[in-house]
């Protein structure tokens, strides 16, 4: 059974980081597309950030150039390092992932829904 659990959430003022983890377990396929979305009280869920099985990463404009996905294979996890947080990023945070045969179906129109998620963790920045 596919598990994610992620940590590393706090309270920080703007300007600051933090490192979120995702554990992820119960899988040994070789194929996936998994991401970091998050959910801000009265807003709908977006995604964030997505690092794919053949290493493609995305973000979505808001967070370019201040958050990095990346994955320890070794460590079964999954990283975003958030830097030069705003207000606005103030929200739970989730991993999400779904298992394809290839990352190639991770592309564009073809990317499917997640259906795996973790239990997500909250940010909260200050100004």
């Known amino acids: 059974q596919v598990q994610l659990a992620e940590s590393g959430g706090g309270s920080v003022q703007a300007g600051g980081s933090l490192r979120l983890s995702c554990a992820y377990s119960?899988?040994?396929?070789?194929?996936?597309?998994m991401g970091w979305l998050r959910q801000a009280p009265g807003k709908e869920r977006e995604a964030v950030a997505s690092?794919?099985?053949?290493?493609?990463?995305n973000y979505v404009y808001a967070v370019k150039d201040r958050f990095t996905v990346s994955q320890d294979n070794a460590k079964n996890t999954l990283y975003l390092q958030m830097n030069s947080l705003k207000p606005e990023d103030t929200a739970v945070y989730y991993c999400?992932?779904?298992?394809?045969?290839?990352?190639?179906?991770?592309?564009?129109?073809?990317?499917?829904?997640?259906?795996?998620w973790g239990h997500g963790t909250q940010v909260t920045v200050s100004s």
């Open positions: 999400a992932i779904v298992l394809v045969p290839d990352a190639k179906y991770c592309r564009g129109s073809r990317r499917p829904d997640y259906n795996y």
């Open positions: 690092l794919d099985s053949d290493g493609t990463t």
């Open positions: 119960g899988f040994t396929a070789t194929g996936y597309c």
